[in-house]
T-cell receptor, first 114, second 115 residues
Framework: AQSVTQLGSHVSVSEGALVLLRCNYS??????LFWYVQYPNQGLQLLLK??????LVKGINGFEAEFKKSETSFHLTKPSAHMSDAAEYFC????????????FGTGTLLAVQP | DVKVTQSSRYLVKRTGEKVFLECVQD?????MFWYRQDPGLGLRLIYF???????EKGDIPEGYSVSREKKERFSLILESASTNQTSMYLC??????????????FGPGTRLTVT
């Protein structure tokens, strides 16, 4: 069975500081990994995805994530936080079985302080 | 651009009412999903459908049913709304066609309040 763990339900950083959101997964098959972002009262928007190509994946808005098989991790980073990055971030792993299900983490709420 | 739309952004219903949440996608996707989102619990899968008239239960199907009569439309039904169904409901779609990476496309969500 697949699962995702996001460490830290709330993370607070200062504007301009490094953003690091942690995600660990477990999967018995080669995983596809995703980071989604959710702004207040909106749906989820894809930030980036890993699909077994390059282990360092670049996404939108300056975010990137590195797939580390030995650590079963897929942490999300951004060198310099911006106020507009304040949102909730979800890590997800797939495929969840024969259908195209994704397994989502419980989310990390990022606050950016001025 | 893939577009997933949901019939209402905000909805207020009374306990015991039958509630319909509609979702439409315009990308000819085979698979569609309904999730509910609650603080601290992330996204939990209620039901999903992999083809017209085909459906499978997700992790929390109790109190819900679904309907998929056309490929582009997937409806979530609360047979008799209860206060513990107050939540954010998210619809998503994807395709199993070769080359797809299982990425799901989400609608804007419906925030349902049951009083």
């Amino acid at each position: 069975a697949q699962s995702v763990t996001q460490l830290g339900s709330h993370v607070s950083v200062s504007e301009g500081a490094l953003v690091l959101l942690r995600c660990n997964y477990s999967s018995s098959v080669p995983p596809y990994l995703f980071w989604y972002v959710q702004y207040p009262n909106q749906g989820l928007q894809l930030l980036l995805k890993y699909t077994s190509a390059a282990t360092l994946v670049k996404g939108i808005n300056g975010f990137e994530a590195e797939f580390k098989k030995s650590e079963t991790s897929f942490h999300l980073t951004k060198p310099s936080a911006h106020m507009s990055d304040a949102a909730e971030y979800f890590c997800a792993v797939g495929p969840g079985g024969a259908t195209n299900k994704l397994i989502f983490g419980t989310g990390t709420l990022l606050a950016v302080q001025p | 651009d893939v577009k997933v739309t949901q019939s209402s952004r905000y909805l207020v219903k009374r306990t015991g009412e039958k509630v319909f949440l509609e979702c439409v996608q315009d990308m000819d996707h085979e698979n569609m999903f309904w999730y509910r989102q609650d603080p601290g619990l992330g996204l939990r899968l209620i039901y999903f459908s992999y083809d017209v008239k085909m459906k499978e239960k997700g992790d929390i199907p109790e109190g819900y049913s679904v309907s998929r009569e056309k490929k582009e439309r997937f409806s979530l039904i609360l047979e008799s709304a209860s206060t513990n169904q107050t939540s954010m409901y998210l619809c998503a779609s994807t395709t199993p066609r070769q080359g797809n990476s299982y990425e799901q496309y989400f609608g804007p969500g419906t925030r349902l309040t049951v009083t």
